[in-house]
Protein backbone atom coordinates (compact mmCIF):
# COMPACT_ATOMS: atom_id res chain seq x y z
CA UNK A 1 0.00 0.00 0.00
CA UNK A 2 2.80 2.57 0.79
CA UNK A 3 4.02 1.95 -2.97
CA UNK A 4 0.83 2.54 -4.51
CA UNK A 5 0.08 5.74 -2.30
CA UNK A 6 3.85 6.90 -3.37
CA UNK A 7 2.61 6.45 -7.19
CA UNK A 8 -0.22 7.97 -6.54
CA UNK A 9 1.06 11.01 -4.99
CA UNK A 10 3.81 11.28 -8.26
CA UNK A 11 1.03 11.05 -10.54
CA UNK A 12 -0.79 13.90 -8.81
CA UNK A 13 2.41 16.03 -8.48
CA UNK A 14 3.02 15.71 -12.76
CA UNK A 15 -0.66 16.01 -13.47
CA UNK A 16 -0.50 19.30 -11.20
CA UNK A 17 2.83 20.04 -13.09
CA UNK A 18 1.25 19.88 -15.99
CA UNK A 19 -1.95 21.90 -14.88
CA UNK A 20 0.72 24.67 -13.79
CA UNK A 21 3.10 24.54 -17.30
CA UNK A 22 -0.63 25.07 -19.36
CA UNK A 23 -1.88 28.00 -17.36
CA UNK A 24 1.08 29.42 -17.59
CA UNK A 25 1.19 28.93 -21.37
CA UNK A 26 -2.62 30.52 -21.35
CA UNK A 27 -1.16 33.47 -19.38
CA UNK A 28 1.40 33.96 -21.73
CA UNK A 29 -0.74 34.03 -24.66
CA UNK A 30 -3.48 36.27 -22.66
CA UNK A 31 -0.07 38.27 -22.68
CA UNK A 32 0.01 38.40 -26.57
CA UNK A 33 -1.05 41.22 -28.95
CA UNK A 34 -4.87 39.54 -29.25
CA UNK A 35 -4.68 39.38 -24.59
CA UNK A 36 -3.67 42.97 -24.87
CA UNK A 37 -6.32 44.25 -27.29
CA UNK A 38 -8.83 42.08 -25.17
CA UNK A 39 -8.44 43.57 -21.67
CA UNK A 40 -8.30 47.33 -23.72
CA UNK A 41 -11.12 47.28 -25.56
CA UNK A 42 -12.60 45.88 -22.02
CA UNK A 43 -11.37 48.69 -20.53
CA UNK A 44 -12.84 51.47 -22.33
CA UNK A 45 -15.82 49.69 -22.63
CA UNK A 46 -15.82 49.92 -18.70
CA UNK A 47 -14.59 53.32 -18.64
CA UNK A 48 -17.20 54.76 -20.72
CA UNK A 49 -19.86 53.80 -17.75
CA UNK A 50 -17.88 55.17 -15.25
CA UNK A 51 -16.51 58.29 -16.58
CA UNK A 52 -20.16 59.27 -17.63
CA UNK A 53 -21.34 59.09 -14.01
CA UNK A 54 -18.17 61.10 -12.80
CA UNK A 55 -19.16 63.86 -15.25
CA UNK A 56 -15.47 63.29 -16.55
CA UNK A 57 -16.30 64.19 -20.16
CA UNK A 58 -13.52 65.84 -21.19
CA UNK A 59 -11.51 62.44 -20.47
CA UNK A 60 -15.03 60.17 -21.53
CA UNK A 61 -14.52 61.74 -25.36
CA UNK A 62 -11.02 60.87 -25.36
CA UNK A 63 -12.94 56.83 -25.82
CA UNK A 64 -14.21 58.11 -28.95
CA UNK A 65 -13.32 58.13 -32.64
CA UNK A 66 -13.00 61.94 -33.76
CA UNK A 67 -16.90 60.73 -35.44
CA UNK A 68 -18.81 58.71 -33.76
CA UNK A 69 -22.44 57.21 -34.96
CA UNK A 70 -25.25 57.42 -31.98
CA UNK A 71 -28.38 55.47 -31.89
CA UNK A 72 -30.60 55.74 -29.26
CA UNK A 73 -34.08 55.57 -31.88
CA UNK A 74 -35.47 52.31 -29.58
CA UNK A 75 -35.51 54.77 -26.16
CA UNK A 76 -36.15 58.06 -27.99
CA UNK A 77 -37.12 57.94 -31.27
CA UNK A 78 -35.75 59.80 -34.56
CA UNK A 79 -32.85 59.36 -36.43
CA UNK A 80 -29.27 57.80 -35.66
CA UNK A 81 -26.66 60.47 -35.28
CA UNK A 82 -23.13 60.86 -37.10
CA UNK A 83 -21.70 63.62 -34.52
CA UNK A 84 -18.09 64.74 -33.28
CA UNK A 85 -16.96 62.88 -29.95
CA UNK A 86 -16.77 66.81 -28.86
CA UNK A 87 -20.30 67.49 -29.77
CA UNK A 88 -21.53 64.07 -28.09
CA UNK A 89 -19.67 65.02 -25.03
CA UNK A 90 -21.57 68.56 -25.25
CA UNK A 91 -24.83 66.90 -25.54
CA UNK A 92 -24.25 64.47 -22.97
CA UNK A 93 -22.83 67.04 -20.61
CA UNK A 94 -25.71 69.06 -20.95
CA UNK A 95 -28.06 66.71 -18.96
CA UNK A 96 -25.98 64.20 -16.62
CA UNK A 97 -24.49 66.86 -14.31
CA UNK A 98 -27.99 67.90 -13.16
CA UNK A 99 -28.66 64.63 -12.13
CA UNK A 100 -27.64 64.29 -7.81
CA UNK A 101 -26.65 60.79 -9.11
CA UNK A 102 -26.07 58.27 -12.22
CA UNK A 103 -25.53 54.90 -12.26
CA UNK A 104 -24.58 52.91 -15.69
CA UNK A 105 -23.82 49.36 -14.75
CA UNK A 106 -23.07 47.36 -17.37
CA UNK A 107 -22.86 43.37 -17.34
CA UNK A 108 -21.90 40.23 -19.57
CA UNK A 109 -19.66 42.00 -21.88
CA UNK A 110 -18.89 39.81 -24.83
CA UNK A 111 -16.03 40.80 -27.68
CA UNK A 112 -14.90 39.84 -30.76
CA UNK A 113 -12.12 41.18 -32.83
CA UNK A 114 -11.77 41.27 -36.30
CA UNK A 115 -8.55 42.82 -37.38
CA UNK A 116 -8.77 46.57 -36.48
CA UNK A 117 -12.55 46.34 -35.60
CA UNK A 118 -14.31 44.77 -32.70
CA UNK A 119 -17.52 44.42 -31.60
CA UNK A 120 -18.74 44.38 -28.25
CA UNK A 121 -22.48 43.97 -26.65
CA UNK A 122 -23.11 44.38 -22.96
CA UNK A 123 -26.39 44.50 -20.83
CA UNK A 124 -26.85 47.77 -19.43
CA UNK A 125 -29.16 49.68 -16.34
CA UNK A 126 -28.96 52.83 -16.31
CA UNK A 127 -30.40 54.85 -12.89
CA UNK A 128 -30.54 58.28 -12.55
CA UNK A 129 -31.52 60.29 -9.02
CA UNK A 130 -32.50 64.05 -8.44
CA UNK A 131 -33.02 65.28 -5.11
CA UNK A 132 -30.53 64.78 -2.03
CA UNK A 133 -32.83 66.58 0.29
CA UNK A 134 -30.92 69.97 -0.75
CA UNK A 135 -32.36 70.51 -4.31
CA UNK A 136 -36.47 71.02 -4.46
CA UNK A 137 -36.50 69.03 -7.36
CA UNK A 138 -36.79 65.17 -7.16
CA UNK A 139 -37.38 62.23 -9.33
CA UNK A 140 -36.00 58.78 -10.70
CA UNK A 141 -35.87 57.51 -13.94
CA UNK A 142 -33.89 53.85 -14.72
CA UNK A 143 -33.79 52.25 -18.20
CA UNK A 144 -32.18 48.79 -18.98
CA UNK A 145 -31.58 46.99 -22.36
CA UNK A 146 -28.32 46.08 -24.24
CA UNK A 147 -25.40 48.50 -25.70
CA UNK A 148 -23.72 47.63 -28.90
CA UNK A 149 -20.20 48.79 -29.63
CA UNK A 150 -18.42 49.04 -32.48
CA UNK A 151 -14.35 49.98 -31.96
CA UNK A 152 -12.00 50.44 -34.38
CA UNK A 153 -7.98 50.81 -33.72
CA UNK A 154 -6.51 53.79 -34.94
CA UNK A 155 -3.25 55.01 -33.97
CA UNK A 156 -2.81 52.09 -31.64
CA UNK A 157 -5.56 52.77 -29.88
CA UNK A 158 -9.05 51.41 -29.70
CA UNK A 159 -11.93 54.06 -29.99
CA UNK A 160 -15.51 53.29 -30.30
CA UNK A 161 -16.83 54.65 -33.66
CA UNK A 162 -20.27 53.77 -32.89
CA UNK A 163 -23.28 52.26 -30.03
CA UNK A 164 -26.39 51.89 -30.45
CA UNK A 165 -28.96 51.42 -27.47
CA UNK A 166 -31.26 48.68 -27.62
CA UNK A 167 -33.74 49.56 -25.01
CA UNK A 168 -35.96 47.24 -22.51
CA UNK A 169 -37.37 47.73 -19.30
CA UNK A 170 -38.26 51.52 -17.78
CA UNK A 171 -39.20 52.72 -14.59
CA UNK A 172 -39.56 55.99 -13.19
CA UNK A 173 -40.72 59.25 -14.88
CA UNK A 174 -38.80 60.39 -18.12
CA UNK A 175 -39.95 64.16 -16.77
CA UNK A 176 -36.04 64.05 -14.81
CA UNK A 177 -34.58 64.15 -17.71
CA UNK A 178 -35.67 68.02 -18.45
CA UNK A 179 -35.13 69.01 -15.02
CA UNK A 180 -31.70 68.12 -15.01
CA UNK A 181 -31.02 69.54 -17.77
CA UNK A 182 -31.48 72.96 -16.54
CA UNK A 183 -29.72 71.98 -13.49
CA UNK A 184 -26.55 70.46 -15.36
CA UNK A 185 -24.87 74.07 -16.54
CA UNK A 186 -24.29 74.98 -12.61
CA UNK A 187 -23.87 71.78 -11.41
CA UNK A 188 -21.25 70.65 -14.07
CA UNK A 189 -19.16 73.98 -13.12
CA UNK A 190 -19.43 73.28 -9.34
CA UNK A 191 -18.18 70.01 -9.71
CA UNK A 192 -15.51 71.38 -12.08
CA UNK A 193 -13.79 73.48 -9.62
CA UNK A 194 -13.98 70.67 -6.81
CA UNK A 195 -11.40 68.30 -9.09
CA UNK A 196 -7.68 67.43 -7.02
CA UNK A 197 -5.10 70.05 -8.50
CA UNK A 198 -2.42 67.10 -8.03
CA UNK A 199 -0.35 69.33 -10.45
CA UNK A 200 -0.06 72.37 -8.26
CA UNK A 201 -0.24 71.54 -4.87
CA UNK A 202 2.20 74.84 -3.92
CA UNK A 203 0.37 76.71 -1.03
CA UNK A 204 2.49 79.35 -1.28
CA UNK A 205 0.52 80.55 -4.74
CA UNK A 206 -2.96 80.66 -2.81
CA UNK A 207 -0.98 82.70 -0.14
CA UNK A 208 0.12 84.99 -2.70
CA UNK A 209 -3.13 85.39 -4.51
CA UNK A 210 -4.80 86.52 -1.01
CA UNK A 211 -1.64 88.44 0.17
CA UNK A 212 -1.52 90.45 -3.40
CA UNK A 213 -5.50 91.16 -2.77
CA UNK A 214 -5.37 92.19 0.97
CA UNK A 215 -7.38 95.25 1.10
CA UNK A 216 -5.10 97.60 2.64
CA UNK A 217 -2.60 97.27 0.10
CA UNK A 218 -5.05 98.84 -2.20
CA UNK A 219 -6.16 102.26 -0.48
CA UNK A 220 -8.94 104.10 -2.50
CA UNK A 221 -7.78 107.46 -3.85
CA UNK A 222 -9.21 110.78 -2.63
CA UNK A 223 -10.00 111.30 -7.03
CA UNK A 224 -9.94 107.87 -9.02
CA UNK A 225 -9.87 109.78 -12.03
CA UNK A 226 -6.68 109.96 -14.04
CA UNK A 227 -5.12 113.35 -14.97
CA UNK A 228 -6.23 113.88 -18.42
CA UNK A 229 -9.43 111.57 -17.87
CA UNK A 230 -11.84 114.31 -16.68
CA UNK A 231 -13.24 115.54 -20.40
CA UNK A 232 -12.97 112.39 -21.76
CA UNK A 233 -17.15 111.21 -23.52
CA UNK A 234 -15.84 108.18 -22.56
CA UNK A 235 -15.31 108.32 -19.30
CA UNK A 236 -18.45 109.86 -18.52
CA UNK A 237 -20.55 106.75 -20.26
CA UNK A 238 -18.92 104.70 -17.95
CA UNK A 239 -19.53 106.95 -15.00
CA UNK A 240 -23.40 107.34 -15.95
CA UNK A 241 -23.66 103.79 -15.94
CA UNK A 242 -22.07 103.26 -12.44
CA UNK A 243 -24.42 106.12 -10.89
CA UNK A 244 -27.29 103.87 -12.41
CA UNK A 245 -26.01 100.65 -11.38
CA UNK A 246 -25.54 102.10 -7.66
CA UNK A 247 -29.42 103.27 -7.73
CA UNK A 248 -30.50 99.85 -9.07
CA UNK A 249 -31.76 101.99 -12.09
CA UNK A 250 -32.33 99.46 -14.89
CA UNK A 251 -33.83 101.52 -17.42
CA UNK A 252 -30.99 103.97 -16.86
CA UNK A 253 -28.59 101.12 -16.93
CA UNK A 254 -29.86 99.94 -20.72
CA UNK A 255 -29.97 103.32 -22.10
CA UNK A 256 -26.11 103.32 -21.40
CA UNK A 257 -24.82 100.12 -22.99
CA UNK A 258 -25.96 99.28 -26.74
CA UNK A 259 -28.19 96.83 -27.75
CA UNK A 260 -25.98 94.36 -29.00
CA UNK A 261 -23.21 94.56 -26.09
CA UNK A 262 -20.80 92.22 -25.02
CA UNK A 263 -19.50 91.51 -21.40
CA UNK A 264 -17.15 88.60 -20.90
CA UNK A 265 -16.91 87.47 -17.39
CA UNK A 266 -13.34 85.17 -16.53
CA UNK A 267 -13.23 81.92 -15.29
CA UNK A 268 -14.78 78.23 -15.70
CA UNK A 269 -17.65 78.95 -12.96
CA UNK A 270 -21.33 78.87 -13.67
CA UNK A 271 -21.41 82.35 -14.54
CA UNK A 272 -18.54 82.79 -16.92
CA UNK A 273 -18.80 83.30 -20.25
CA UNK A 274 -19.65 86.70 -22.71
CA UNK A 275 -22.99 88.25 -22.19
CA UNK A 276 -24.58 88.88 -25.35
CA UNK A 277 -27.26 91.67 -26.02
CA UNK A 278 -29.09 93.54 -22.95
CA UNK A 279 -31.13 90.97 -21.85
CA UNK A 280 -28.29 88.69 -20.72
CA UNK A 281 -26.45 91.37 -19.77
CA UNK A 282 -29.46 92.46 -17.36
CA UNK A 283 -29.57 88.55 -16.07
CA UNK A 284 -25.85 88.78 -15.29
CA UNK A 285 -26.22 92.20 -12.87
CA UNK A 286 -29.26 91.00 -11.23
CA UNK A 287 -27.76 88.23 -10.25
CA UNK A 288 -24.43 90.16 -8.60
CA UNK A 289 -27.38 92.24 -7.00
CA UNK A 290 -28.42 89.19 -4.95
CA UNK A 291 -25.02 88.48 -4.13
CA UNK A 292 -24.66 91.78 -3.03
CA UNK A 293 -21.84 93.24 -4.87
CA UNK A 294 -20.24 96.40 -3.74
CA UNK A 295 -17.48 98.18 -5.82
CA UNK A 296 -14.88 101.23 -4.90
CA UNK A 297 -12.97 102.60 -7.39
CA UNK A 298 -9.21 103.17 -7.22
CA UNK A 299 -8.27 104.08 -10.35
CA UNK A 300 -10.33 105.29 -13.88
CA UNK A 301 -8.79 106.41 -16.96
CA UNK A 302 -10.06 106.91 -20.29
CA UNK A 303 -9.37 108.23 -24.21
CA UNK A 304 -11.94 108.37 -27.00
CA UNK A 305 -12.38 104.76 -27.00
CA UNK A 306 -11.48 103.13 -24.76
CA UNK A 307 -12.13 103.19 -20.61
CA UNK A 308 -9.96 101.21 -17.60
CA UNK A 309 -11.27 100.61 -14.20
CA UNK A 310 -9.35 99.07 -11.27
CA UNK A 311 -11.82 98.83 -8.67
CA UNK A 312 -12.15 96.71 -5.46
CA UNK A 313 -15.12 94.39 -5.25
CA UNK A 314 -16.60 92.46 -2.33
CA UNK A 315 -19.89 90.74 -2.09
CA UNK A 316 -22.22 91.24 1.09
CA UNK A 317 -24.68 87.88 1.17
CA UNK A 318 -22.88 84.71 0.63
CA UNK A 319 -22.60 83.77 3.91
CA UNK A 320 -19.27 83.98 6.42
CA UNK A 321 -17.51 81.22 4.77
CA UNK A 322 -18.34 81.90 1.06
CA UNK A 323 -18.06 85.55 0.35
CA UNK A 324 -15.08 87.57 -2.16
CA UNK A 325 -13.04 90.09 -1.69
CA UNK A 326 -10.31 90.85 -4.65
CA UNK A 327 -9.29 93.30 -7.15
CA UNK A 328 -10.58 93.77 -10.36
CA UNK A 329 -10.08 95.25 -13.76
CA UNK A 330 -12.44 96.33 -16.57
CA UNK A 331 -11.81 97.18 -19.82
CA UNK A 332 -14.30 99.36 -21.49
CA UNK A 333 -15.07 100.01 -25.70
CA UNK A 334 -17.09 103.25 -25.92
CA UNK A 335 -19.03 103.24 -29.49
CA UNK A 336 -21.80 105.92 -30.13
CA UNK A 337 -21.92 107.42 -26.66
CA UNK A 338 -22.74 103.67 -25.41
CA UNK A 339 -21.20 100.40 -23.66
CA UNK A 340 -19.74 98.38 -26.95
CA UNK A 341 -17.80 95.76 -25.18
CA UNK A 342 -16.49 95.09 -21.45
CA UNK A 343 -13.68 92.48 -20.49
CA UNK A 344 -13.38 91.43 -16.87
CA UNK A 345 -9.66 90.57 -15.35
CA UNK A 346 -10.05 89.08 -12.02
CA UNK A 347 -7.58 89.37 -8.94
CA UNK A 348 -8.05 85.60 -8.46
CA UNK A 349 -9.59 83.75 -10.87
CA UNK A 350 -9.64 80.56 -8.59
CA UNK A 351 -11.05 82.69 -5.67
CA UNK A 352 -13.88 83.82 -8.44
CA UNK A 353 -14.43 80.50 -9.31
CA UNK A 354 -14.58 79.14 -6.16
CA UNK A 355 -16.98 81.83 -5.10
CA UNK A 356 -19.76 82.28 -7.77
CA UNK A 357 -19.96 78.39 -8.07
CA UNK A 358 -20.81 78.36 -4.34
CA UNK A 359 -23.19 81.20 -5.43
CA UNK A 360 -24.79 79.57 -7.82
CA UNK A 361 -25.30 76.60 -5.95
CA UNK A 362 -26.94 78.54 -2.83
CA UNK A 363 -29.36 80.56 -5.49
CA UNK A 364 -30.58 77.26 -6.76
CA UNK A 365 -30.96 75.45 -3.52
CA UNK A 366 -32.32 78.48 -1.37
CA UNK A 367 -36.11 80.25 -2.45
CA UNK A 368 -34.33 83.74 -1.57
CA UNK A 369 -30.78 83.97 -1.29
CA UNK A 370 -31.39 88.06 -1.30
CA UNK A 371 -32.39 87.81 2.09
CA UNK A 372 -29.59 86.16 3.89
CA UNK A 373 -27.06 87.78 5.89
CA UNK A 374 -23.82 89.62 4.93
CA UNK A 375 -21.15 87.22 6.65
CA UNK A 376 -18.25 87.94 8.68
CA UNK A 377 -16.05 89.61 5.72
CA UNK A 378 -18.85 91.52 4.24
CA UNK A 379 -19.36 93.04 8.01
CA UNK A 380 -15.57 93.72 7.95
CA UNK A 381 -15.69 95.76 4.68
CA UNK A 382 -18.74 97.58 5.55
CA UNK A 383 -16.75 98.85 8.98
CA UNK A 384 -13.60 99.63 7.19
CA UNK A 385 -15.59 101.93 4.79
CA UNK A 386 -17.57 103.62 7.75
CA UNK A 387 -21.04 102.15 6.78
CA UNK A 388 -23.05 101.79 9.59
CA UNK A 389 -23.86 97.92 10.32
CA UNK A 390 -28.01 96.63 9.50
Known amino acids: MGAIKRLILLMGGVCMSTLVFFAQAFADEDLSALGRDKAEIRSTIESFATLADQNAFEYLGRLFAPEVKVD ?10 LVSNRDLMKQWAS ?5 DLTHHE ?3 IKLAINGNTARVTAGITA ?23 ELQKQN ?29 QARLAIRNSQRVDYQSTDTQVIKDA ?7 LWPKPANPVAAGSEESPALKVVQNFFAAYGKGDTEALKSYVADDVEWHIPGR ?15 FFEQLGQAGFHAEVMILAANDTYVI ?23 YQIEDGKIKRVQNFSGDLYASDLFFNHFVDATNNQPDPAKQGGGQRGEKHREQRGEQKK
Open 72 to 81: YTSAFGGEPQ
Open 95 to 99: VLPGF
Open 106 to 108: LNN
Open 127 to 149: SHYLGDGLSEEKGFWQISGRYAF
Open 156 to 184: QQWLIAALTLQAGLESGSRDVLGKAAALA
Open 210 to 216: LAINNAA
Open 269 to 283: HALAGTKRGVDEFLA
Open 309 to 331: DAHRGWSTTAGADENIDLNWVLL
